[in-house]
């Protein structure tokens, strides 16, 4: 365990961000990594508890009061071994993470004392890339199945199925129809929450490991289902929950109104075009210095050639002098107030249906362990508000948009929302707000459709590939994981699921080597490559630990 005691004699100091007026103004990452010495009195503070709820509560079953332990005693080499065991990219979630496990510690108990296990296991990943730990780990000659699999769709599930199932020796390839890998990693989530050489350097790891890239297919169009079952002994389909949902009001056809991923595909990839060609981006209030992008290293993003070309975005979107209103409270809205922010917004209004949560956990509605529903300030409105040009308003509902007379949206009506759906808007209460550019960031319904319906794979009532047995589809041969199975969640559970799918992929080969095709969700029972036990039941089990087949050198 770590320092006996430790938690009593060392307080929680918590991630670090940088000045939320320094960081509007440019793309790097906003998280800080402490002092080594800082970060192993942290880990100190772990109690490695006899039922350690942080455990339980991180999806992937991330065993965390080893690397803390190992964090404490300098043992970093062992500690990155041991956090691959579980998760194929903490260097993702180390960033990104809500963090249930620190909801779940047991010192959270006393609210805000958790031990600070996303930023121990944001150092250890960082440590290990900067020493030269991490490697590509491509399967041994003897290990090799020559079972074809297809992988199609890059994000962090489908980066995680490929990883798995090449290092247990089939040959992968991973689909993807954007031009660079990484899904929502790439295109959604914005360079100051990730910079992208980070998912950069993932992706050439699975290349170097094996996986075949084939970017720029979009499977079921440039590809026929025909030829990728011809091809494919599996098929996992990874293709995230991209449908989003719409806002059925007066005037939404206006110009000035759109989802909120056109304009986050559109920004990520201007950041990247711009870093790629060395320039620096301006900030709301003045030119930024050549470089000003690039990480305190030097490093900055490494976008690649694919990565850098101009895709067709469609209609430009901009932010640059508006007055923007952003529908909807969660990651991708601040997403969006991010961007606005620094493109240089005259304001910025973010707009949440549902009442304002409390501001500490509510005991009688998400009582320890379970993740407590309660106010959060997002990096993004911080930042809006550090700027004087951001608001936040909750229990709102917008009525109708209205226009100039160049057919752009000019205003939201709004009005205060009753507590409960339908949510219906509370009479007297209508106002009107500003608005040039309108995001809608109201959640994602399901995946999209045309590629399942090709595969005549079933889907769960809410449109979601169904699982027939544990990320196993109805049809034969095709496995499922990550938003396209259980709709759109985090990316620690796209990792989970990637690794899961993947243990059931590898059993449902061995069978089919042994002569014993398995038919869907009837997989063999001994014929596992690697001898690993079975995958979840259900999307909300813990997985059950088996190596990773990460190690390192
Ligand atoms: C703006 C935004 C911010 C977010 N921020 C966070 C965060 O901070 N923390 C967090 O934990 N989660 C966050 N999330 C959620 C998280 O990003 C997703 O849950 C996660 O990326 C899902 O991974 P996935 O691999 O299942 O799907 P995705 O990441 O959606 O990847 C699916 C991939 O499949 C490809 N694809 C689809 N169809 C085809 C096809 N027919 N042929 C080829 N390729 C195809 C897509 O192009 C895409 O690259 C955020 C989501 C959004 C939208
Ligand atoms: S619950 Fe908290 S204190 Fe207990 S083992 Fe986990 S991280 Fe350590």
Redesign the pocket.
């Known amino acids: 365990m770590g320092k006996l005691g430790g938690f009593l004699q060392i307080e929680r100091r918590g991630v670090p961000y940088r000045d939320a007026h320094e960081r509007a103004r440019d793309y790097r990452e906003f998280m800080v990594v402490r002092p080594e010495q800082e970060l192993r009195e942290q880990g100190a503070r772990c109690m490695d508890c006899g039922v350690p709820f942080c455990h339980n509560g991180c999806p992937l079953g991330n065993l965390i009061p080893d690397w803390n332990d190992l964090v404490y005693r300098d043992r970093w080499r062992e500690a990155i071994v041991q956090l691959h065991a579980t998760n194929n990219f903490p260097d993702f979630?180390g960033r990104?993470?809500?963090a249930p496990c620190e909801a779940a510690c047991v010192l959270e108990i006393r609210e805000g004392d958790a031990v600070t296990i996303k930023q121990i296991e944001h150092a250890i990943v960082e440590r290990a890339f900067a020493e030269g730990w991490i490697k590509a780990e491509p399967p041994s000659p003897r290990h090799l199945s020559g079972q074809r699999v297809a992988v199609?769709?890059?994000?962090?599930?489908?980066?995680a199925a490929a990883q798995q199932l090449r290092r247990a020796g089939h040959d992968v390839t991973l689909?993807?129809?954007?031009e660079a890998?990484?899904?929502?990693?790439?295109?959604?989530?914005p360079d100051f929450?990730i910079e992208k050489r980070i998912v950069e350097r993932r992706v050439q790891q699975l290349v170097e490991e094996g996986v075949e890239l084939r970017c720029g297919?979009?499977?079921?169009?440039d590809l026929t289902v025909q030829e990728l079952r011809e091809s494919f002994d599996a098929v996992v389909l990874?293709?995230?929950?991209?449908v989003p949902r719409d806002l059925a009001v007066p005037g939404r056809e206006l110009q000035g109104v759109h989802f909120?991923?056109d304009y986050?595909y559109q920004r990520n990839r201007f950041i990247t075009r711009e870093l790629a060609a060395g320039n620096a981006l301006r900030s709301p209030d003045g030119a930024l210095p050549t470089g000003a992008l690039h990480s305190p290293d030097g490093a900055g993003s490494a976008p690649t050639a694919a990565a850098a070309s101009v895709a067709s975005e469609g209609e430009p979107i901009t932010a640059a002098g508006k007055h923007v209103v952003v529908i909807g409270g969660g990651?991708?809205g601040a997403?969006?107030v991010g961007n606005a922010l620094r493109e240089g917004a005259a304001s910025i209004v973010q707009l949440e249906l549902l009442p304002e949560p409390p501001a500490h956990r509510p005991d009688d509605r998400t009582p320890w362990p379970e993740w407590p529903l309660k106010y959060r300030l997002s990096y993004a409105m911080e930042e809006a508000r550090e700027e004087g040009v951001g608001e936040q308003d909750y229990a709102v509902t917008t009525t109708r948009f209205s226009g100039d007379a160049d057919g752009g949206v000019a205003a939201l009506h709004v009005a205060q929302a009753q507590p409960r759906p339908p949510f219906a808007p509370v009479e007297g209460t209508e106002r009107e707000l500003p608005a040039q550019l309108v995001l809608l960031?109201m959640g994602?319904l399901h995946?999209?459709q045309?590629?399942l319906d090709q595969l005549g794979v079933e889907k769960d009532p809410r449109g979601n590939v169904k699982a027939v047995a544990p990320y196993t589809t109805s049809v034969e041969g095709v496995f499922a994981?990550?938003?396209?199975r259980r709709g759109?969640?985090?990316?620690?559970?796209?990792i989970n699921?990637?690794r899961q799918c993947a243990r059931m992929v590898d059993r449902y080969l061995a069978g089919k080597r042994n002569g014993r095709a398995g038919v869907s969700g009837a997989v063999p029972e001994d014929g596992a490559l690697l001898g690993h036990a079975d995958a979840d039941e259900g999307p909300e089990g813990p997985p059950s630990h088996v190596s990773g087949g990460v190690s390192v050198e």
Request: hydrophobic letters at 40%; one cysteine or more.
């Open positions: 979630t990104l993470c809500p199609v769709g890059s994000g962090p599930a489908g980066m689909f993807e129809r954007d890998a990484g899904g929502l990693v790439r295109f959604g989530v929450k297919v979009d499977v079921g169009r990874a293709t995230g929950s991209r909120a991923m986050l990651d991708t997403d969006c960031a994602f995946p999209e045309e590629l994981a990550g938003d396209a759109q969640s985090l990316i620690v559970w796209a699921e990637g």
